[in-house]
């Protein structure tokens, strides 16, 4: 059974290992193998956010959840992450530093059960291709919160600092947008009744 107090636990103690974001990897790799027991835990996902699950100088776990269709533009984390979904779908879009800008190094898309690893340099952009919402563990070995590190322009892929509350600006435009399709789409099913 996936218990959230034992996991924060595992993965504090990972830290001690000589690769620690390995060692996470296992944990979260475990604890997304039953992803109805994560749901369990923290709630069918249905609202997006980035939500803090345990913050520490060493460690940030977050339970981040991507509405319908959102996208998140190119930043970087300045320390290793690992990402396991456990529900819905998660594209990663990577990117290479490029003069003044960025250029395109690949994508990768995870499905419910699957993790990915990031290096410190690693700078993504995400995209939920699905109609419904995406839920997935976040743990990242330093404070995701109180680190200075870069966002880039979407359309210039001009570089700026990373603003968590423009960050969250975009998980709420994308929560307002699935409610209005949701409410639009009863809408439509009652109209042809
Ligand atoms: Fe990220």
């Known amino acids: 059974v996936f218990e959230l107090e034992r996991f924060v636990e595992d993965c504090r103690a990972a830290l001690e290992e000589s690769l620690p974001q390995k060692a996470i990897r296992g944990i979260v790799e475990r604890a997304i193998s039953r992803p109805s027991e994560v749901v369990a835990a923290l709630g069918e996902p249905g609202e997006a956010g980035i939500n803090a699950l345990h913050r520490s100088a060493e460690l940030t776990i977050l339970n981040i959840i991507w509405a319908p269709g959102m996208t998140l533009y190119p930043h970087d984390h300045r320390m290793w992450a690992v990402i396991g979904l456990y529900g819905g779908r998660e594209d990663n879009y990577f990117f ?34 699905l109609k419904t919402y995406t839920g997935g563990l976040h743990v990242y070995g330093g404070d ?50």
């Open 96 to 129: 290479r530093r490029s003069g003044s800008g960025l250029e395109s190094a690949g994508s990768r898309d995870l499905e419910t059960a699957d993790t990915l690893l990031l290096g410190k340099e690693a700078i993504h952009a995400v995209t939920n291709p």
């Open 144 to 193: 995701f919160f109180g680190v200075p590190r870069s966002e880039w322009d979407p359309q210039t892929f001009e570089e700026r600092p990373y603003d968590i509350d423009r960050a969250r600006r975009v998980f709420q435009e994308a929560n307002e947008r699935a409610r209005k399709e949701a409410a639009a789409l009863s809408g439509d099913s009652s109209g042809q009744r």
